[in-house]
């Protein structure tokens, strides 16, 4: 029998909140608010099974973060290794009371032989060392070591071999769990009944994202709906939460492991280009800078030989990509006292942006004692590389706070738990918001669109409008007195509009929602890339009121002569024929390795080339792709890019093109040559004084000996008279 049941706060008194009940009841029906009331997580340190141990002959050699291993799984190799950890245990325990205390921990390299004349391998640490393994891996602080914590010590077994540790995401779902259960009237005592799934599901996420968005998609009622039967049983409910706290998958695939160790689900996530849950060899090979040691292993990974690399090939305790905190954890305590200081995690991170760590590193830090203890550090983002946790946010809304629908960080139906967890860890001050005291983020700017004119040596601004944080496209009509572009408002949640805006004097009007217009040549129409019915192209009348769908794909650019559309389509390139209204590939997927292509295709005036384009972490690559007379391509020419963020501006010559450089500094961009013989000439910024009044700052355009101040340019264009039209921060 189906039953809706009533949010209650009742029996939650005895978690510390900084929210009310008025404020819980206002949020949403259910209290799966719970995890923001915790003011500390609070770690049942519950001795666990341990994990039987494999091959533990062999402790060297440990694996290091995000190392691949490759380990023999033979049954003898178990039996051994568990065998070994006995032994040793047995050694070390003198008084045989099934405990080690401090004396007997250090003597662990004296005694290397088993009264059955067994030979164990020397530790090899120091006395240090073992110290600092001794406080850490004494869970129940009683002074003594029992078997289930000797074994989870690093460097007995190989790493997905040691004994398990109590692990703070267990204690989450626990409590998780008992909030499922109050919210629902003590589900736990009906756990025969079901709950509508998208009831289920809408209660969730009004809970979780109390400020809006809470749009319940199929995807996210599919996570929770096991069977897909429309309902959700208590036993789906807590498989829905462990997804949701980046435990486990839909599937059941484990995220962490009982020793401790966290699968690079974030490495999937981000080179996983087609989104099908696969790595090929080409996405693989983009991860140069991820981990080096994954680029150029596809091979180990690939466990069945079918040339991909799926979930289970990437969890595979003994060949799969992990990251071990744990061992991370030993290893960056290098004044050997048990704790982590923020110095001696900034010395061992092997990530950027330490400005952000800094702030996981306070926010966990429960007692505020300035050091992390190993439970402290699992339950924190900086031990918990499951999803991209440490990029850089952006402020969308310019309000100087990330409120929490800002607080993404890639696909939001994913561990949405877990991202609330967090949200509400660095929250500090609780309220509702984070500010740059509590993480490092960016705020958009308002931007405003200039031209400039190089024959006459002017530059002016067209539109101003400090609601705008975005314009691109910049087409001009053949008529010469009115630009196409795209523009974002602050506070717009919808897709980009396409704006019609006249040169003469700034007046502009909305056309349709789209991005990178483009004329055509003869101005009757123009093309533009729309979010209707999956990313596609779409041939518009020139008032924007009606059109249709010429392919899937995006940023379109029509050829000068009007007779073909190129655009980048699954990761490559392909043309419509206005002639024959078909469309050809000519560049596949198969011709690159780059995570990305770039936001632009350029025609050479003869409309006999194109030239773009592609980005990996490693580098960037410009293809340029020649045409005969029916568009059939008859060459390719690669050169590499000194900045893999560089984009295609222009065609200079028919042998050389401006490049869009990005600088150290995000905010400045500059123009360079780039020559078809490989020959590179960076640009050159200087300051320049004819628009002081309007305080323009443009890069460097052309090498016209027109110069502008510069800082500050976004995005821009070279139309064919010759002018340029830049979108720049504004002032």
């Known amino acids: 029998m189906e039953r809706h049941f009533k949010c209650s706060t009742e029996g939650l008194v005895s978690v510390r909140s900084n929210f009310c009940c008025e404020e819980l009841r206002r949020f949403g029906s259910l209290v799966f608010i719970f995890l923001l009331t915790i003011g500390h997580c609070q770690h049942s340190l519950a001795q666990t099974k341990i994990q039987t141990p494999l091959q533990g002959m062999n402790n060297s050699n440990p694996i290091a973060s995000g190392d691949l291993q490759t380990v023999s799984t033979g049954e003898a190799d178990w039996t051994r290794a568990a065998l070994v950890v006995r032994q040793r245990f047995e050694l070390l325990d003198r008084d045989q009371d099934s405990s080690i205390d401090l004396s007997e921990f250090l003597s662990v390299d004296a005694q290397v032989v088993t009264s059955d004349g067994v030979e164990l391998e020397a530790s090899g640490k120091t006395s240090g060392e073992l110290k600092r393994d001794f406080l850490v891996f004494d869970f129940d602080h009683n002074a003594k070591l029992s078997f289930r914590e000797f074994a989870a010590i690093p460097g007995w077994v190989d790493p997905p071999f040691r004994g398990a540790i109590p692990d703070p995401f267990s204690q989450l779902v626990a409590d998780a769990v008992a909030a499922l259960d109050e919210s629902y009237d003590r589900w736990d005592q009906r756990p025969e009944e079901l709950i509508n799934a998208h009831t289920f599901v809408g209660n969730f996420l009004g809970s979780i994202i109390p400020e809006g968005n809470r749009f319940v998609t199929g995807r996210v009622i599919d996570l929770a709906d096991l069977n897909l039967d429309g309902k959700v049983s208590r036993l789906e409910a807590r498989h829905f939460l462990e997804q949701q706290l980046g435990v486990r998958l839909r599937d059941g695939h484990k995220l962490r492991d009982p020793a401790g160790r966290v699968v690079r689900f974030d490495w999937l996530l981000e080179l996983d280009q087609d989104q099908d849950g696969e790595l090929d060899q080409g996405e693989v090979e983009t991860a140069g800078q991820s981990d080096r040691n994954l680029f150029g292993r596809f091979g180990k990974l690939d466990l069945n030989r079918d ?21 991370w954890f030993c290893e960056a305590d290098t004044n050997l006292n048990s704790f982590l200081e923020w110095s001696e995690l900034a010395d061992g991170l092997d990530l950027p942006l330490d400005s952000i760590q800094r702030a996981m590193f306070y926010a966990f830090d429960d007692n505020q004692d300035s050091r992390l203890t190993l439970q402290e550090y699992l339950v924190s983002p900086l031990g918990n590389r499951n999803y991209a946790w440490q990029r850089i946010l952006l402020d969308r809304d310019g309000d100087q706070k990330l409120s929490f629908n800002e607080f993404e960080f890639g696909r939001s139906d994913l561990f949405q738990l877990q991202r609330r967890y967090y949200f509400h860890r660095l929250d500090s ?11 490092l983020f960016e705020s958009l700017r308002s931007v405003a669109l200039a031209v400039l004119d190089p024959k006459n040596k002017t530059c002016r601004m067209i539109i101003q409008d400090p609601s705008v944080i975005e314009i691109d496209g910049f087409s001009l009509h053949p008529n010469g007195d009115t630009l196409l572009i795209h523009r974002v408002d602050r506070n717009s949640l919808n897709e980009p509009s396409v704006v019609r805006v006249s040169l003469a004097d700034g ?9 990178f217009p483009t004329w055509a040549p003869d101005g009757t129409a123009f093309v533009c890339e729309r979010s209707h019915r999956g990313v596609g192209i779409w041939l518009m009348e020139p008032n924007g009121l009606s059109g249709r769908m010429l392919s899937n794909g995006r940023c379109p650019s029509w050829s000068p002569d009007g007779r073909q559309i190129a655009f980048f389509n699954e990761h490559g390139v392909s043309l419509y024929d206005c002639v024959s209204q078909s469309v050809r590939k000519i560049f596949l997927r198969d011709e690159h390795r780059h995570r990305s292509l770039g936001d632009r295709i350029v025609w050479a005036s003869d409309s006999r080339a194109v030239v773009f384009t592609g980005h990996s972490p490693s580098g960037g690559e410009v293809f340029v792709l020649r045409f005969n007379q029916d568009f059939e391509r008859v060459s390719m020419k690669r050169l590499m890019l000194p900045d893999s963020m560089s984009d295609v501006f222009a065609w200079k010559s028919p042998d050389c093109i401006l490049l869009k450089e990005v600088l150290p500094k995000a905010s400045q961009k500059r123009f360079s040559e780039l020559h078809f013989n490989g020959e590179f000439h960076e640009g050159v910024s200087v300051l320049f004084g004819d628009a002081e009044e309007q305080a323009v700052e443009v890069e460097q355009a052309t090498d016209s000996g027109v110069l502008i101040r510069p800082n500050s340019m976004v995005s821009g264009r070279q139309v064919q008279d010759g002018r340029w039209f830049f979108s720049i921060l504004s002032n």
């Open 307 to 327: 040339q991909r690399i799926d979930y289970e090939e990437l969890s595979d305790p003994f060949t799969g990509c992990f990251f071990d905190p744990v061992l």
């Open 507 to 515: 007046h502009f009007r909305e056309l349709c929602k789209g991005r």
């Open 429 to 439: 001050d609780a309220d509702g918001t984070l500010s740059r005291d509590e993480l």
